[in-house]
């Protein structure tokens, strides 16, 4: 099916308002065409996740439309041998060639198995189309990208607690916002430009920030404390805070506890709810010594603490077993760990404590809510260890227990709430999230695990949202987890796998295990030269995408606001041969004979109301498809002219429900997870049918600090003494931006970008100073960088920032430049996973030397 | 007479370069030429360590030493605002006013390449003009923009608004000014100041926080 790749206007001097897709965030601008030419990019003063504002990224984009070395044409590979810096031989070869290829190697592998198809991308607008192609292909191989190197356990806290994908801060109305782990305001995380003038605004209005990291990021210069924390470590102070909150200063919101969480449920001595023995329901014990089902309206006022004996059954509210858990979470102990000082654990916790302001209310229009301005936000920073899924829990604790979710103040979910979608309850009471928002796997209720069938293993991670770290194990060895059938086809795009993923080396030996692969590319990147067929891609300026393109689970402005769907549209056609990939895929599909199949699809998949559903057999191009989406979400009168003066449609404001969900929930939040119990039984099962050695410590019910390999092993090689740390820098996303020539030029005058960090001490230590090379040597790989002496990064630390470090052999402005970070990390297995989550480990100890 | 000012909050100031890349975008400066920056300095010791980020730009001087030391009348003083500017057709680039910025805002042009490395990117857009090679550059205050009562494009893109471009002298406000605000209670009322008083230049760009 082809597709208009082209402006819907080409006059000379025009604003075409679209969507930006130079990091995730879908922020609203306008591309300034001149002469058939872009030359300016605006943020959209009417879209509100940018307000008129873009940042450094966004608006420097433009250029790669001109970079020289952009792809024209179709290519193929003239080496059949693949690995690091292998030269592929490229020849050019035309679309007809190359589609031809392509069409008779998935013929093949549809007839044998259709699963041997793997499908690798990280462009969220085009989801829909892959997912309807895979799905009718017969493959469920779906976006392997590294979204989970971020946010699988990180994810999973919001999803359980928020029944939110993702979390932010009420910056209107905080007075005392953590930030754990991530940089939210720099400019480095969801909706950024939002989110960084309304901390500003919150700052100036002297609301307190606080930011724990191993590093003094631009988040922590902007912060009244920068908490420094040894990597991988911050589970413990989670613990200790938690313990210091509830057993020392006995400071926590009992009315919230016992309305919107598993508080009151009593547990039994097998751990588990005890349960009405009729309706089955978990018990309470309610004020007058008597056991009631949680949601027997003859509850009156449920107990938290105490014992009891329920028909001869043992028991103990939630509550009392995990205070009585913490008790040993000292924040001695936690100083140890963590090195953070024993006087700022106790401070922080009772200065949070206090700003929370347990038990105040506001009005807000007409509506009596809780007000608890203090939060805490947290992201990979912290979360993205070994003990993941407890760390970033142990984290959203601290807010749940000052009562602070999705409250006025306190910390919120991105729209756990909205115009057709809300998260339930389940039998239990407890939340489930939307399906809307969740997207993928719900991390409760927890499915059955089984032997996997998906190279992602997925299977294996019943209470995980995301598993795609693990596609790279999946992969390279299929039988070990009883996966009939070897990767045999990768169609990838937009996700450069061998820069972003842990352990090169793995990822490297994991594409070349791949017999076929095709790469939609703007340039070759590392990943590409994996490729044998290579397609000129378009960028994202140069396409139109399914609607809305901010799907409202991550990229729709949480709190109070307007509900505002974005559209993107092509400014400029793409150069050469080029072609948006999305369209390719319907062509591709055309080929196969899975178009009619693909659009059916479609029509229950992609948002489609009746009177707008595709007749399946003619079908429609991706422009046409987003008519109809927009049809039906905004009403049957949309056509593109509600597109030229901005791409921003607004439906109508949020009611008190959508913006502060959660005095209007009945479903509660866990601060037991007595879920784990039977799930990690019924992995057992599984792993054990497998003969798979796995990782079960995580599934308790109550919190737990997990050590990280490079903690529990560190005696075994105490020359490795340092932690290898990352952060993210805010005019760099990804390797994406890497290769702008504009940018470039601020990252080379920028000392925190292509050097490696290390505290003053302890370079005077090793003899190191600034502009030395250095031979940097983790237990996963070696790697070299040139020395910043700096007082601004943990002296047990060396941090390298962003993904650099790139070897692309196309690559002419960043190449060599800086450090890859993920170089030094292992690969998954089940030493550096976190089982819950599927979240890879990022912490790994090195030796540095000077070179020469 | 001076009209037009900045002042630049650094309390709001989070470092993430969006001014740099916008101010690059508006004049196609050559490469290696940045016309605003954010300085970064280190403070303290470790853990009371911080960072902080100072955005500089030329100070659009009301006595500046660039002008007075221009042999060719190619740096002036614009007779309507005062916005500091170097007319290129007069401009022999002979660096006298470099050496006389204290500010380091003055820039050779040696070679005017934008864009890609080697090559000459023309992203020149109706209103604004390169700089051509063999003259010196600078921050025009985008005098293209407040002619037309917008604001410059590094305050328009910043994402924390810690930039404001405003009226530092009421009495010359004229209607295409009606969106610019009144700078001086900002100055006043925030105790604002401005960098290196000792060289008595009076420049019109100010800090806060």
Redesign the interface.
């Known amino acids: 099916m082809p597709d208009e790749a082209k402006p819907l206007s080409k006059t000379d ?1 025009a604003w075409v308002p679209s969507v930006c897709m130079g990091c995730y965030n879908c922020c609203g601008i306008r591309i ?1 065409r ?1 002469n058939g ?1 872009v ?5 959209d003063p009417e879209s509100p996740n940018s307000r ?5 990224k966004g ?2 984009r433009f ?1 790669d439309l ?3 070395k952009r792809l024209l044409k179709p290519m193929k590979r003239g080496n059949p041998e693949k690995g690091l810096g292998v030269d592929p031989q490229w020849t050019e070869i035309t679309w007809d060639e190359a589609l031809d290829t392509i069409t008779a190697r998935l013929t093949k592998v549809r007839e044998e198995d259709p699963r041997k198809l793997v499908i690798a991308h990280f462009d969220m607008p085009g989801y829909g189309i892959s997912k309807a192609f895979g799905a009718a292909f017969g493959t469920p191989n779906l976006h392997w990208n590294r979204a989970d190197y971020c946010g699988a356990a990180p994810h999973v806290a919001n999803l359980l607690l928020n029944g939110s994908f993702n979390g932010e801060l009420d910056f209107e109305r905080s007075n005392y916002m953590v930030l754990w782990g991530t940089q939210l ?3 480095v995380e969801t909706i ?2 939002h989110a ?2 309304k ?2 605004e919150a ?2 209005r002297g609301a307190k920030l606080v930011v724990i990291d191993p590093f ?1 990021t ?5 912060a009244d404390e ?1 908490v ?1 924390i040894l990597p991988g470590t911050d589970g413990a102070l989670a613990l200790a805070m938690l313990n210091v909150m509830i057993n020392e200063l006995g400071q926590y919101d009992r009315v919230f506890l016992k309305s919107s969480t598993n508080a009151t449920y009593l547990i039994g001595e097998d751990g588990r709810y005890l349960r009405h023995l009729v309706s089955g329901k978990p018990l309470v014990l309610d004020a007058d010594g008597e056991a009631k089902p949680f949601d027997d309206p003859a509850v009156s006022d449920p107990v938290l603490e105490g014992n009891c004996t329920v028909d001869g059954r043992p028991g103990k509210p939630a509550f009392e077993c995990l205070k009585e858990h913490l008790a040993k979470f000292t924040p001695e102990d936690a100083s140890k760990i963590t090195t953070v000082p024993v006087e700022t654990i106790r401070r922080i916790t009772a200065e949070f404590c206090e700003a929370a302001s347990i038990g105040a209310t506001v009005d807000i229009d007409g509506h009596q809510l809780p007000l608890r301005p203090a939060g805490i936000h947290f992201k990979r920073g912290s979360g993205a260890h070994k003990g993941g899924t407890h760390t970033s829990v142990s984290i959203h604790l601290l807010n749940l227990m000052v009562g602070n979710l999705d409250v006025p103040g306190g910390q919120r979910g991105v729209n756990p709430v909205g115009p057709f979608w809300a998260p339930e309850a389940d039998e239990d009471g407890m939340l489930v999230p939307a399906q809307h928002i969740a997207k993928y796997n719900k991390p409760y209720p927890a499915r059955d695990p089984k032997t996997p069938e998906t190279l992602d293993l997925n299977e294996l991670f019943p209470t995980a949202l995301f598993t795609r770290g693990m596609f790279a194990w999946g992969i390279r060895e299929p039988e070990r987890f009883g996966i009939p059938y070897e990767a045999e086809v990768l169609l990838h795009c937009r996700t450069n796998l061998m820069m972003n993923s842990h352990n090169p080396e793995t990822m490297a030996a994991t594409l070349a295990k791949i017999p076929f692969q095709v790469s939609f590319a703007t340039f070759v990147d590392e990943t590409t030269e994996f490729a044998d067929i290579v397609l000129p891609d378009s960028h994202d300026y140069e396409r139109w995408d399914q609607f809305p393109v901010n799907d409202p689970y991550a990229f729709i402005t949480p709190g109070p606001g307007e509900w505002y769907w974005l559209m993107r549209q092509p400014a400029v056609e793409p150069p050469g041969e080029a072609k948006p990939w999305t369209n390719v895929y319907l062509e591709i599909a055309e080929r196969l004979g899975l178009l009619e199949e693909l659009y059916t699809i479609g029509n229950d998949s992609w948002g489609l109301s009746e009177k707008h559903k595709l007749d399946p057999t003619v079908g429609a191009s991706v422009k046409e498809i987003a008519l109809r989406q927009a049809k039906s979400l905004l009403g049957d009168d949309f056509t593109f002219d509600r597109i030229q003066e901005t791409a921003c449609m607004i439906t109508r404001e949020k009611t008190i429900e959508e913006a502060y969900p959660r005095p209007f929930l009945t479903a509660r939040a866990p601060i037991y997870m007595e879920h784990l119990i039977d799930a990690g039984e019924h992995v057992r099962a599984v792993t054990e049918k497998l003969g798979l050695e796995w990782d079960f410590a995580p599934y308790t019910p109550l919190l737990n600090y997990f050590p990280c390999h490079a903690h529990s092993h560190s005696h075994e090689a105490p020359d490795f003494d340092l932690f290898v740390v990352n952060f993210k820098i ?2 760099i996303t990804f390797s994406v931006t890497v290769e702008n ?3 470039n ?2 990252a080379r ?4 970008t292509f050097n490696v960090m290390i ?3 302890t370079a005077e230590k090793k003899g190191l100073r600034d502009g030395d090379r250095i031979r940097i040597e983790s237990h996963f790989a070696d790697g070299e960088g040139t020395v910043k002496v ?6 047990d630390c060396i941090g390298i920032p962003g993904t650099l470090g790139h070897w692309a052999r196309a690559y ?2 960043s190449k060599y430049q800086g450090t890859s970070f993920n170089n030094f990390l292992p690969a998954p297995s089940v030493e550096f996973i976190d089982t819950l989550s599927g979240q890879t480990d990022s912490c790994a100890r090195v030796r540095v030397t000077k070179i020469g | 007479m001076s009209k037009y000012g900045m002042v630049i909050d650094l309390d709001r100031c989070n470092g993430c370069n969006a001014c740099v890349i916008a101010c690059k975008v508006e004049h196609n400066t050559a490469n290696g030429i940045h016309f605003t920056k954010i300085l970064e300095r280190e403070v303290g010791t470790y853990p009371n360590a911080n960072r902080q980020f100072v955005p500089v730009l030329c100070n659009h001087c009301e006595d500046a030493p660039c002008v007075e030391v221009c042999p060719t009348k190619a740096s002036y003083s614009r007779e309507k605002d005062g916005i500091v500017l170097v007319d290129w057709d007069k401009c022999i680039g002979c660096g006298a006013c470099v050496l006389a910025c204290p500010y380091d805002q003055r820039f050779q042009v040696k070679d005017e390449s934008t864009g890609f490395l080697g090559s000459l990117v023309d992203f020149i857009k109706a209103d604004t003009k390169r700089a051509p090679s063999g003259v010196i550059a600078k921050c025009d205050f985008c005098y293209h923009r407040v002619d037309e009562g917008r604001a410059p494009a590094c305050v328009e893109t910043c994402p924390t608004d810690a930039r404001m471009f405003g009226l530092v002298d009421e009495a010359l406000r004229t209607e295409t000014d009606k969106e610019f605000p009144a700078l001086d209670r900002v100055v006043s009322r925030n105790n604002a100041f401005s960098l290196l008083p000792d060289k008595n230049t009076r420049p019109n760009v100010y800090y806060i926080g």
Do not use: Q, S
Request: proline share 10%; glycine share 6%; net charge negative.
């Open positions: 001097d300034h001149i030419k030359v300016d990019i605006e943020g008129g504002h873009i940042c450094a608006k420097a250029l001109y970079d020289p305001g720099a400019i950024p430009l960084a003038n901390m500003a700052r100036a003094c631009n988040a922590a210069a902007k920068w420094p805010p005019f020539l504009w940018i030029e601020i005058g920028n000392p925190y505290n003053r001490i700096t007082e601004l990064i943990h002296p002419n402005v």
